[in-house]
């Protein structure tokens, strides 16, 4: 699995116009899911996206996570973050998990970051639908965080 987190002011999220999901401080989450990906791999990314230690300290140092700042996080599917351009000019999303497993684990990540922020501090897109994401990026400070090697 692998996570693009950007770190926002604040960021919303609409599928048909149709808001679904927005947060003021905290975190956009991008997540991405691969083939042979796990329950282990939602659990390990959601703990580092929640302790990941992007925002600033009274001293101006990134020393502060989102669990230490109160912060939110929105998170929307992305499989496109699988995507290879190593041939041709057409990306191939061959090493992205087909959209069952995806979905299983998109919600099994959701909840595991819920439990550690708290239900209230996450927000959603709606997976496999076509969103309009807004964010005010803060930095911008944007991490990506894979869950194991990528062959």
């Known amino acids: 699995m692998r996570v693009l987190i950007q770190r926002v002011q604040r960021c919303s999220v609409a599928v048909e116009d149709s808001l679904t999901g927005s947060i ?3 975190v956009l989450v ?3 899911v691969r083939q042979g990906d796990t329950a282990a791999d939602a659990e390990y990314l959601a703990s580092r996206t929640a302790a990941l230690r992007i925002f600033e300290d009274e001293n101006g140092k990134m020393n502060l996570s989102a669990l230490d700042t109160r912060g939110s996080a929105l998170v929307v599917s992305q499989f496109t973050l699988y995507a290879d351009t190593r041939k041709g000019n057409r990306p191939s999303y061959t090493d992205a998990a087909e959209p069952a497993l995806a979905e299983a684990l998109y919600e099994h990540y959701v909840q595991s970051l819920r439990t550690i922020l ?3 501090r996450v927000a959603t897109g709606v997976f496999r639908a076509k969103m309009k994401v807004e964010l005010v ?9 894979e869950s194991k090697p990528h062959p």
Not at 137 to 145: A, C, F, L, R, S
């Open 30 to 32: 991008f997540l991405g």
């Open 24 to 26: 003021g401080k905290g």
């Open 137 to 145: 990026n803060d930095g911008p400070v944007t991490i990506m965080i």
């Open 118 to 120: 708290g239900t209230d």
